[in-house]
C-alpha cells in the first residue's frame, strides 16, 4: 500500500475520503436529511446547524478503505471498529456541536471548544439525547414562572 503524505509531511494511508469520497451521494442523503425532521438537533435553533450527515460521511470516510461502499455503512454501528477507536476528533469552533456529536455516535473520542457557553449547553442537550417532550415541558414550566415578567415574546 503507497503511502500519502499530509500537509505536516507525516506519512498516512489512503483512505476514502482522500480516494473515492462519493460527494454526490453524500449530498443528496444530506438535501433529504435537511427537509426531515431529526429530533436530536431539534431541540435548539442553532443559526448556523451543518449537516449531520456531511460530518458523519466525512468521519466514516476518514476510516474506510479506497473503494469502500460508504453508503452501505452509513447507518451501522461503528463503536466497536478498531479503525475509529482510540482516534480522537477535535472542533476548536464547535457551535452547535453536530460534529462532535457525530463523532461521538461513531465511537471516537471528540473534544469540542467554543469561546460561547451557549454553544456547550447546545452540545450537551444533543449528545445527551433529552427527549424532546422533555424539554416542552420544562419550557413550560419555567414559563409559568418568569414568562409574566418576559412578557408575550416568551
Request: hydrophobic share 40%.
Amino acid at each position: 500500500m503507497k503511502l500519502l503524505r499530509n500537509n505536516a509531511g507525516l506519512a498516512t494511508s489512503p483512505n476514502y475520503l482522500d480516494t473515492t469520497f462519493d460527494v454526490a451521494a453524500v449530498s443528496d442523503l444530506s438535501h433529504r436529511e435537511r427537509s426531515a425532521f431529526k429530533p436530536i438537533y431539534s431541540m435548539n435553533k442553532w443559526w448556523a446547524r451543518r449537516s449531520s450527515t456531511v460530518f458523519r460521511a466525512i468521519l466514516l470516510g476518514l476510516s474506510l478503505s479506497p473503494g469502500s461502499d460508504l453508503m452501505s455503512k452509513f447507518y451501522g454501528n461503528h463503536q466497536r471498529d478498531s479503525r475509529i477507536a482510540n482516534k480522537i476528533v477535535l472542533d476548536p469552533f464547535m457551535g452547535g456541536g453536530t460534529s462532535v456529536v457525530e463523532a461521538i455516535r461513531l465511537g471516537y473520542k471528540a473534544i469540542g471548544v467554543d469561546l460561547n457557553p451557549l454553544s456547550w449547553y447546545m452540545y450537551l442537550l444533543n449528545k445527551s439525547g433529552v427527549r424532546l417532550a422533555t424539554c416542552l415541558l420544562s419550557r413550560r414550566r419555567w414559563g409559568s414562572i418568569v414568562g409574566p415578567a418576559l412578557g408575550e415574546g416568551w
